[in-house]
C-alpha cells in the first residue's frame, strides 16, 4: 500500500481547520468553550457529558474561556489517534511505524523519513520536498516524527 505523506499530513491540518473556521463565528481565530462540543460532534466524536465538562473546565481556567488552533489541534489530536489506534489496532500500527524508524529510538528523523520514501514507497524527491514533508508532519517541531505525529497522520480519512 502506497501512502501519501504529504497529501495525509495536509489534509488533518485542513480537517481540523475548516471544522475550526467553521465555529469561529466572529473570525477572531478562537472558539468559544461553549461552540467546543458541537465542533467535536461535526468532526464525529460524540464526547461524554463528563469528557465535555472537564474540555470546558480546562478552557475556562486555563485558556480564559477561548481556545486558539493550537489548543483545538492538543484537543483533537489524541482522540484521533485513539479512533485510529482502535480501528487498525496498536501492534499494527507500530508495526508500520517500525517500517520508517529503523534504528529503533522511537522517531523517525529526516534521514529514516528520506530512506523510507525512497524504500518502502518509491518515492524520490526534489530539493526542499524532504523538509517541506518532515515540517507538515512534525506537529510539536521538533524536528522529528514521533509514534503520536505518525498515528495522527494516518488518521485522515
Not at 482522540?79 to 517500517?99: I, N
Not at 514507497?121 to 522529528?144: R, S, V, Y
Request: aromatic content about 8%; glycine content about 8%; hydrophobic content about 40%.
Amino acid at each position: 500500500m502506497k501512502f501519501e505523506i504529504r497529501n495525509l499530513a495536509i489534509r488533518i491540518r485542513k480537517k481540523l481547520h475548516e471544522a475550526f473556521k467553521e465555529f469561529d463565528y466572529d473570525q477572531d481565530g478562537y472558539l468559544n468553550y461553549k461552540d467546543v462540543a458541537e465542533c467535536m460532534r461535526t468532526m464525529g466524536y460524540m464526547p461524554t457529558e463528563m469528557e465535555l465538562l472537564e474540555i470546558v473546565q480546562q478552557i475556562k481556567m486555563r485558556m480564559g474561556g477561548l481556545m486558539d488552533f493550537d489548543d483545538f489541534i492538543e484537543l483533537m489530536g489524541p482522540r484521533m489517534m485513539g479512533e485510529t489506534v482502535g480501528m487498525l489496532g496498536l501492534k499494527e500500527l507500530q508495526s508500520a511505524f517500525l517500517q520508517f524508524d529503523t534504528d529503533g529510538d522511537g522517531i523517525i528523523n529526516q534521514e529514516e523519513l528520506k530512506e523510507a520514501l525512497k524504500t518502502l514507497l518509491g518515492e524520490k524527491l526534489k530539493k526542499g520536498e524532504l523538509e517541506e514533508i518532515l515540517k507538515e508532519l512534525d506537529i510539536n517541531a521538533d524536528g522529528n516524527i514521533d509514534f503520536e505525529e505518525f498515528v495522527m497522520m494516518l488518521s485522515i480519512r
